[in-house]
């Protein structure tokens, strides 16, 4: 037998008690709602515009992948495989899927399988949705969004150091200066070798302090005790600040890949932090690791992080191929600005056209189709309504200018150009032929920006 709400939809009634019950979003996943929407469509244009200046590409990658991927990418014994990952059975086939945690395994797992280094490295970048399952809070949440840069292919410091200055450069194109800029961390990992022997001294280390463990260092031990060093627990602080250092443990070949990513940094005057306890939450990383971190958010303070992780292409079968990269959270990046630099959002309409009598909508709409062809956005009333009514919308609407067509402006080949705002001196009304309207209408919105510029 059919559930009463199936019958009721197949005889045509309605359900009351579904019709009533509001329906809302998943917790930790938000709606980017049109009054917000202009400030992440400046900044992703701003972002985009700097990656491109240092010749990456954009690469798109589906929001879903094999489990697999992540496990063997992210590593087996992290936060994020161990308790964040939205995982299910695929109901056809019984694949496990996972909606992605993070995109760099995504992207090494496409330039794999379309062998995209066939002809020599790749600078690939991307923007899009992330999942994790945890606890929202502010600056993290359920579905994220961030920017990304992946180097495949190039091995030296050279472009460790670049990356690090293009991001450097993002925050000066985003109006995030001096002290409200993110701070640089950095930190080596060293190669394999090193971090086994590091390793090794961490499990004696914290073996000998035991007592001290919470349960969840207990269980990392002997897994990935280099997680144990990220942990917040206060009663177990002593024990990490008296933990090996990995930098005691670097070869001369990484600390000469240390040098050269600093010699860049100073070179080209940003101001860096060496953080020997610096070791990020994803397993792939070796040498070069950063993070660029602020205190105008509180816990949630990294805005953005990354490094080299030169096994991860081979790990995940491909030809072995060094690698680095970084991502960029844009809910923290879009949270900073608005704490310290927000910018000035150009209006997001710059005409509004108006018009009364059922002959002049006809003529209204030749003259925005007009003016859209010239480039310009613009918005026609739809219904009718009085002029004066038509008028406040379009005050309301933000734009720049309204076009007013009447039977009068109509009969006579017009319309009526009025600017909205009076910045800029530019109050006065005039009427133009239809033809000149779009014309005159730009070179009115160009006075204006010269004049506020």
């Known amino acids: 037998m059919l559930p009463v709400m199936c019958i009721n939809a197949l005889v045509g009634r309605p359900n009351t008690m579904a019709a009533q019950q509001k329906i809302v979003g998943v917790k930790g996943m938000n709606d980017l709602l049109p009054d917000q929407s202009g400030l992440w469509e400046w900044v992703e244009a701003r972002v985009s515009e700097v990656f491109r200046q240092y010749g990456y590409r954009a690469i798109r990658t589906p929001i879903l992948e094999p489990t697999a991927l992540f496990v063997r990418g992210i590593g087996e014994v992290t936060d994020i495989v161990e308790k964040e990952m939205y995982t299910f059975t695929d109901a056809l086939n019984g694949e496990q899927l996972t909606l992605r945690p993070e995109n760099t395994a995504a992207v090494v797992r496409s330039v794999i399988e379309h062998n995209l280094l066939y002809d020599g490295p790749k600078r690939l970048w991307y923007v899009g949705p992330m999942f994790r399952h945890e606890r929202p809070q502010r600056g993290r949440y359920r579905q994220f969004h961030q920017f990304g840069i992946e180097a495949l292919g190039m091995p030296g410091p050279d472009i460790d150091g670049e990356q690090l200055v293009m991001i450097h450069r993002l925050w000066q194109s985003l109006r995030i200066d001096g002290d409200q800029a993110p701070r640089l961390e950095l930190n080596s990992l060293g190669m394999l070798a090193e971090r086994q022997a590091h390793r090794k001294a961490l499990i004696e280390h914290f073996q000998s302090h035991a007592s001290i463990l919470d349960a969840d260092a207990q269980r990392r031990l002997l897994t990935n005790p280099l997680r144990i060093l990220d942990s917040k627990n206060p009663a177990m602080q002593p024990v990490i600040q008296s933990a090996p250092l990995l930098k005691d443990f670097l070869g001369d070949a990484s600390r000469a890949h240390l040098d050269a990513v600093v010699e860049t940094l100073e070179r080209h005057g940003i101001a860096y932090t060496m953080n020997p306890r610096l070791v990020r939450g994803l397993d792939y990383y070796n040498l070069t690791v950063f993070e660029w971190v602020t205190d ?158």
């Open 296 to 453: 105008r958010l509180g816990a949630q303070g990294t805005i953005c992080g990354g490094g080299r992780y030169d096994s991860l292409i081979e790990q995940m079968g491909g030809a072995p191929a060094p690698a680095c990269g970084f991502a960029i959270g844009v809910e923290r990046l879009i949270a900073l600005l608005q704490e310290v630099a927000a910018p000035e959002l150009p209006a997001a309409l710059d005409v509004y056209v108006v018009h009364w009598g059922e002959a002049s909508e006809r003529a209204a709409m030749q003259v925005a189709e007009q003016c859209r062809s010239a480039g310009l956005r613009v918005q026609m009333h739809c219904g009718e309504a009085s002029l004066k009514s038509q008028m406040k919308k379009a005050d309301q609407s933000g734009a720049q200018c309204a076009v007013l067509m009447g039977e009068d402006e109509r009969t006579q080949g017009v319309v009526t150009v009025k600017p909205l705002r009076a910045e800029g001196g530019l109050i006065q009304q005039d009427r133009v032929s239809m033809a000149d309207a779009a014309a005159v209408i730009c070179g009115l919105l160009k006075r204006r920006e010269n004049k506020d510029g």
